[in-house]
């Protein structure tokens, strides 16, 4: 069966090329239905090329929420090693539950946690594109960061704008995690109207507009700003499935397709 998610980010052609290089892709969720399994989704298709790539992609993935074990566990689930990914030098994991820098007795405010994070974050990059052509951060997640950062909001803006210039530079990919509803106000705060604006593909993960369900878990909305049509011609294109996770997959299918 076609992966909806996958038509709708673009991961469905058979190129060596990895369809998310130079953009960034912006998962947004809320306390009713989390958005987790679309980063774990994306990590797997970008560890789990086609064999003439697997060699070229790295990925690095900056964890405020969860410890490597969890991540591992998750994946593996999912059929992709993370660990074995490790060992080849395929995959990167910064560890920021504890906040482990070598410096860390000087680090007077968040900013400059997140300062030394994105110093860390551009040598590994550089280190990785001498000899890797295609390399995808993660960060996990956008809102313990700010909490990282004091409350800082700017703080955090500046490091995702930092984050966006390896896209051009190194034309590297990023797939961050945000919450929505987290914040008080019934207005979207600036911060989250900036992520959008800086995204390339938005992916928002709801619960059904008619209430639960119980073969159906919630839906997505992917917004991909960068779409080609059938023509070539770029343009916009706002895709809406339903999804169900189950214990090692997900399905995605469109309102009213699943039996």
């Not at 405010?109 to 295609?134: D, M, P, Q, W």
Request: aromatic share 8%.
């Amino acid at each position: 069966m076609d992966n909806l998610l996958d038509r709708a980010l673009g991961l469905d052609g058979r190129g060596d090329r990895w369809p998310l290089l130079g953009k960034v892709v912006l998962v947004e969720d809320c306390v009713e239905t989390g958005g987790a399994f679309v980063v774990h989704h994306i990590i797997k298709r970008f560890l789990s090329p086609q064999p003439a790539a697997a060699s070229n992609h790295s990925l690095i993935l900056v964890a405020f929420s969860q410890p490597l074990s969890h991540y591992d566990r998750v994946l593996r689930k999912l059929g992709c090693n993370l660990v074995a990914q490790r060992d080849h030098d395929r995959f990167l994991f910064f560890d920021m539950l504890n906040l482990r820098f070598p410096d860390r007795d000087d680090v007077k405010t968040g900013s400059s946690v997140l300062v030394s994070l994105f110093e860390k974050i551009y040598n590994a990059v550089r280190a990785l594109s001498a000899e890797k052509n295609c390399i995808t951060i993660v960060i996990d997640d956008i809102a313990l960061m700010e909490v990282v950062a004091n409350g800082s909001s700017d703080s955090v803006l500046d490091f995702l704008h930092y984050c966006r210039t390896l896209t051009s530079e190194f034309d590297c990919s990023v797939v961050a995690l945000n919450h929505g509803d987290i914040y008080s106000t019934t207005e979207k705060p600036m911060l989250m109207l900036n992520l959008e604006y800086l995204s390339n593909i938005l992916v928002r993960a709801e619960p059904l507009a008619t209430g639960s369900a119980v073969d159906v878990h919630g839906q997505l909305m992917v917004f991909n700003k960068g779409e080609h049509d059938r023509q070539g011609t770029p343009g916009s294109k706002v895709h809406n499935f339903h999804f169900r996770v189950k214990e090692n997959s997900v399905d995605f299918f469109y309102p009213g397709g699943r039996g």
